[in-house]
């Protein structure tokens, strides 16, 4: 038996029934039991939400666990705590860990640590190849018979075709996901950052759209030909944008993600050779921003996802030819997503609500992103009133390594809930 819990007065905004507007929810034994107003149960534990806003848990569908192998830089505990304090309920896990996971008996490694560890729903990826070395597949139907929802090569892609031709067949034929890193690494020529003005500032290899396009062209049209449900990594470039809407217009398996990083940032952000801002694909021009925004919000960017990839501060110190690729992201995003797209009205709350909870959840195939009733209890509520600075000091997270320390954001996480228990409360430990 699980807590019952009523929220109080909050304002709710739910995709899946469509509801915005100010409710009560109550949350009995791990689901969600009714919705309405001036709700009441005997015995409950009450909050009162006035002020504040109330989603379905979010859902990340692209975390770097670090676990096993790389736990110095994160790792079960602090990923689950990081997540939990940035509203979000349900996330994946990517597969290059070290060893990578690429067989069922690495995936259950995971699993259940997670299981006995953290409170959140922790859902692990399986690489697509062996080893991730893009030279022999994985046993998929193994890997799917283990519980596995989604395949990636991320970090890389899948760079021989017909390879990857043939795993799309095979993930296909299971009816699972593949998560697509875009990134035609034969192109890539020692990069660092993008291939523009800026990196010739900097004195730094660049990194051309055409690396990622090339790839999401290529992988779409084998998606076409496979039958397989694509979702697109982190896009970057307008490129991408322009690859996914043509997907869709012919009815495509194809979805499509997109990083604060890259609808907030572009390389003129990029104030010196710093770490912090290297991560792979890189900031692209302010062009690429404006695209992304765009497709997201008329609906061709369906996620909105992280990619933390935490790192330690001495790794990130090396400046952007010798630091690795990568940021956190988990701890920020709604926040992030809620001040620079909802308060200017570039999406509404309801789409960053679909965004961030209720699509993904529906492109993973896994229970959430839903506030109606008897749907599990996954709940996020912010104040989205709340203004206050980024400072990564405070981060759950093992990783510090964000380009946004020191920005000025509106939206606090107040209370995260999964599967009926607060796994997180501002201002508790």
Same mark, same amino acid.
């Given at each position: 038996m699980g807590q019952t819990l009523l929220l109080k007065n909050g304002y709710m905004a739910d995709p899946d029934t469509g509801y915005e507007g100010y409710a009560d929810l109550l949350i009995r034994d791990g689901l969600i039991e009714e919705a309405g107003p001036d709700l009441s149960a005997h015995g409950a534990a009450v909050y009162d939400l006035t002020g504040m806003t109330v989603l379905p848990g979010l859902v990340d569908l692209h975390v770097h666990l670090r676990d096993p192998g790389q736990t110095h830089k994160e790792d079960l505990v602090t990923a689950s705590e990081a997540a939990a304090r940035g509203g979000v309920t349900t996330l994946l896990a990517m597969p290059n860990t070290t060893p990578p996971m690429d067989r069922p008996e690495r995936i259950r490694y995971v699993t259940e640590k997670a299981a006995k560890v953290t409170r959140i729903h922790i859902l692990q990826a399986s690489a697509i190849t062996k080893d991730m070395a893009g030279e022999e597949l994985t046993d998929i139907e193994a890997l799917a018979a283990s519980g596995v929802k989604a395949f990636s090569e991320d970090g890389k892609s899948v760079m021989n075709a017909s390879l990857m031709r043939k795993a799309m067949r095979r993930i296909a034929g299971e009816d699972l996901l593949i998560c697509d890193h875009c990134e035609e690494i034969t192109m890539v020529e020692g990069g660092v950052m993008n291939d523009d003005a800026n990196a010739r500032r900097l004195d730094l290899p660049g990194i051309g759209n055409e690396v990622e396009d090339v790839i999401a062209a290529r992988d779409v049209i084998l998606a076409k030909h496979t039958g397989a449900r694509l979702h697109l990594c982190h896009c970057s470039t307008a490129g991408s944008v322009r690859i996914l809407e043509q997907a869709k217009k012919q009815q495509l398996p194809v979805s499509g993600e997109v990083c604060p990083h890259h609808f907030i940032l572009s390389s003129d952000d990029i104030p010196c050779d710093d770490g912090n801002f290297k991560m792979n694909p890189p900031l692209r021009s302010k062009e690429d921003v404006l695209a992304l925004r765009e497709g997201l919000k008329n609906g061709v960017i369906d996620c909105i996802s992280t990619d933390h990839a935490p790192h330690s501060a001495d790794e990130k110190s090396r400046g952007f030819r010798k630091s690795p690729f990568g =940021?956190?992201?988990? *701890?920020?995003?709604?926040? #992030?997503?809620?001040?620079? #797209?909802?308060? @200017?009205?570039?999406?509404? #709350?309801?789409?960053?609500? *679909?965004?961030?909870?209720?699509?993904?959840?529906? =492109? #993973?195939?896994? @229970?959430?992103?839903?506030?109606? @009733?008897?749907? @599990?209890?996954?709940?996020?509520?912010?104040?989205f009133e709340k203004v206050y600075t980024i400072d990564p000091g405070t981060f759950a997270s093992k990783g510090k390594n964000t380009p946004f320390a020191g920005r000025t954001v509106f939206g606090e996480t107040v209370m995260t809930i999964a599967g009926g228990e607060i796994v997180y409360e501002r201002g508790k430990r």
């Amino acid at each position: 038996m699980g807590q019952t819990l009523l929220l109080k007065n909050g304002y709710m905004a739910d995709p899946d029934t469509g509801y915005e507007g100010y409710a009560d929810l109550l949350i009995r034994d791990g689901l969600i039991e009714e919705a309405g107003p001036d709700l009441s149960a005997h015995g409950a534990a009450v909050y009162d939400l006035t002020g504040m806003t109330v989603l379905p848990g979010l859902v990340d569908l692209h975390v770097h666990l670090r676990d096993p192998g790389q736990t110095h830089k994160e790792d079960l505990v602090t990923a689950s705590e990081a997540a939990a304090r940035g509203g979000v309920t349900t996330l994946l896990a990517m597969p290059n860990t070290t060893p990578p996971m690429d067989r069922p008996e690495r995936i259950r490694y995971v699993t259940e640590k997670a299981a006995k560890v953290t409170r959140i729903h922790i859902l692990q990826a399986s690489a697509i190849t062996k080893d991730m070395a893009g030279e022999e597949l994985t046993d998929i139907e193994a890997l799917a018979a283990s519980g596995v929802k989604a395949f990636s090569e991320d970090g890389k892609s899948v760079m021989n075709a017909s390879l990857m031709r043939k795993a799309m067949r095979r993930i296909a034929g299971e009816d699972l996901l593949i998560c697509d890193h875009c990134e035609e690494i034969t192109m890539v020529e020692g990069g660092v950052m993008n291939d523009d003005a800026n990196a010739r500032r900097l004195d730094l290899p660049g990194i051309g759209n055409e690396v990622e396009d090339v790839i999401a062209a290529r992988d779409v049209i084998l998606a076409k030909h496979t039958g397989a449900r694509l979702h697109l990594c982190h896009c970057s470039t307008a490129g991408s944008v322009r690859i996914l809407e043509q997907a869709k217009k012919q009815q495509l398996p194809v979805s499509g993600e997109v990083c604060p990083h890259h609808f907030i940032l572009s390389s003129d952000d990029i104030p010196c050779d710093d770490g912090n801002f290297k991560m792979n694909p890189p900031l692209r021009s302010k062009e690429d921003v404006l695209a992304l925004r765009e497709g997201l919000k008329n609906g061709v960017i369906d996620c909105i996802s992280t990619d933390h990839a935490p790192h330690s501060a001495d790794e990130k110190s090396r400046g952007f030819r010798k630091s690795p690729f990568g =940021i956190v992201g988990i *701890e920020t995003s709604a926040a #992030l997503t809620y001040t620079e #797209l909802v308060r @200017p009205g570039v999406i509404t #709350l309801m789409q960053m609500a *679909e965004k961030m909870s209720f699509n993904p959840a529906k =492109i #993973l195939r896994v @229970p959430g992103g839903s506030l109606r @009733p008897g749907m @599990p209890a996954d709940v996020a509520v912010f104040d989205f009133e709340k203004v206050y600075t980024i400072d990564p000091g405070t981060f759950a997270s093992k990783g510090k390594n964000t380009p946004f320390a020191g920005r000025t954001v509106f939206g606090e996480t107040v209370m995260t809930i999964a599967g009926g228990e607060i796994v997180y409360e501002r201002g508790k430990r």
